[in-house]
Nanobody, 124 residues
Framework: QLQLVESGGGLVQPGGSLRLSCAAS????????IGWFRQAPGKEREGVSC????????NYADSVKGRFTISRDNAKNTVTLEMNSLKPEDTAVYYC?????????????????WGQGTQVTVSS
């Protein structure tokens, strides 16, 4: 059964850090790009970061460059999003998504498989 399960969300103060994880099963993870997206109340879903199937290519939204780092472990079928220097505007539900494609990743929500999301709240 195909699954993408996000974890690691929570409440953090501005300037703090969180580590989000995406655990995948039921599809060819090694051949898939993984993207992180987020959606705040009243706003459209936006791309945050993505990583290609072998980890060789990554992309970040301008709003998170220098603060967020994406990585993957194909042996464990997991992708991690390290989030530092968090700001209140980072508050959103964060989703991971998978697209079976090799060698590239995209920041648009064209992904085939989606997780249920994890809430990140940045507030004092």
């Amino acid at each position: 059964q195909l699954q993408l399960v996000e974890s690691g969300g929570g409440l953090v103060q501005p300037g703090g850090s969180l580590r989000l994880s995406c655990a995948a099963s039921g599809f060819t993870f090694d051949y898939s790009a993984i993207g992180w997206f987020r959606q705040a109340p009243g706003k459209e879903r936006e791309g945050v970061s993505c990583i290609s199937s072998n980890g060789g290519k990554t992309n970040y939204a301008d709003s998170v460059k220098g603060r967020f780092t994406i990585s993957r472990d194909n042996a464990k079928n997991t992708v991690t999003l390290e989030m530092n220097s968090l700001k209140p505007e980072d508050t959103a539900v964060y989703y991971c998504a998978a697209l079976v494609v090799q060698g590239l990743c995209v920041m648009s929500p064209l992904y085939t498989y989606w997780g249920q999301g994890t809430q990140v709240t940045v507030s004092s």
